[in-house]
């Protein structure tokens, strides 16, 4: 069984910084991808940032140049340091782990920017 919690998130005033940290726990697959999505009132799940084991990251745009997504193989754990935030920005931020044809959400984390 994988669980992942996260934590770190809140409220933040425009152009503020959080950081939020997911640390999963179980039997997980050493190459794997971690990552974090987002889910805005009445807007699908969409993708934020990526990071694999190896260290390769992929961003939406919306947020290449003010996230930064990093990770701790050893403790199993991914951080997103968000800098320059925007009211968009504001959602449920869940975490993001997957091997093969397995994945796994945390219980997601809100992140609200105020204006």
């Known amino acids: 069984q994988v669980q992942l919690v996260e934590s770190g998130g809140g409220l933040v005033q425009a152009g503020g910084s959080l950081r939020l940290s997911c640390a999963a726990s179980?039997?997980?697959?050493?190459?794997?991808?971690m990552g974090w999505y987002r889910q805005a009132p009445g807007k699908q799940r969409e993708l934020v940032t990526t990071?694999?084991?190896?260290?390769?990251?992929n961003y939406a745009d919306s947020v290449k140049g003010r996230f930064t997504i990093s990770r701790d193989n050893a403790k199993n754990t991914v951080y997103l340091q968000m800098n320059s935030l925007k009211p968009e920005d504001t959602a449920v931020y869940y975490c993001?782990?997957?091997?093969?044809?397995?994945?796994?959400w945390g219980q997601g984390t809100q992140v609200t920017v105020s204006s």
């Open positions: 993001y782990l997957g091997w093969l044809t397995n994945n796994y």
């Open positions: 179980g039997s997980i697959f050493s190459i794997n991808r």
């Open positions: 990071i694999t084991s190896s260290g390769m990251t």
